[in-house]
């Protein structure tokens, strides 16, 4: 008999679009204001700490040489660009379901001449379009924590690689329901992004049910930790100028804020990192 995630992942074929796909993917709001201090903060093409080193610590082993790879949730495409510059990936496919990050993502690809390479796309959540098997690698960062529901969208990037193919990339994880853990939450919620964080347990079990093999899960919370916490002071000190002028002073107050409440949430152990591997069977 069907379980429930085949039964949901039915209804979305049949849907398609519209009221269901947000059983998927809550929407979110990254403003163009958002879009600009996260940039700032994390360095250019990317919404997530550690810019291209971190991406190569992710694939880290993985040969990409002439290699079809996915960047879903590619958002401002920082990792489309290195995967195809500097891995030399034979094609990279950026995803995602965001117009605005998606035209940010085509400037950094014109801007690096990496055109003949890279493609850019927008998706709808739900179902991925493209035929069953298509890709070497999935490179996944940051994008399952906008998440309501992890098989269906697990299902998906299954689907979508080779047999014997890999998923990689990093993702946040709850560590402990603590004080600090529930403020930065709903810090994020109160700015309109909806991050929807599970534990380790679940993460892991999510991948399990979803077929893939070969889980592996290594902590990155002490380096992103540390990165956060030089955040704070790149945010007092040398980033002080550029984010008032683009927030304001109040703006830049929050930022501020939400900057100190993320190293906080790191730092009492409420969240973590960690950079995770799986293959599909074959
Ligand atoms: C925190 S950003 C990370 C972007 C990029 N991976 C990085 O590390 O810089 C999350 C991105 O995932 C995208 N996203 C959220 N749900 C998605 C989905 N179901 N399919 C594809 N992209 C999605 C968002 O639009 C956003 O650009």
Known sequence: MADEWTILHLVIMIRGTGHF?????MSNNYSAENIATMELIYGEGYLSAGGDDEVAAIVDGVDLAGKSILDLGCGLGGASVTLARDHRAGSVTGVDIDSQVLERAAALVRKYD???QVVLQKIEPGLLPFEKGTFDLVYLTAVTCHLLELRPFLGE???VLKAGAVVAGCE???????????QWDRLLRERGLNFHFVDRHEFVSAFEDSGFEQ???SDRTGFIHQLSQSAVNRVQGELKAKLTGILGDEGYETCLDWTRTRARAFAEGGIGQGHF???TPG
């Open 21 to 25: 796909r947000n059983l998927v993917t």
């Open 114 to 116: 990496l055109e003949s």
């Open 157 to 159: 990037v299954k689907r």
């Open 172 to 182: 946040w994880l709850k560590l402990e329901d603590n004080a600090s853990y529930r």
């Open 215 to 217: 889980f592996s899960l």
């Open 277 to 279: 591997r799986a293959r």
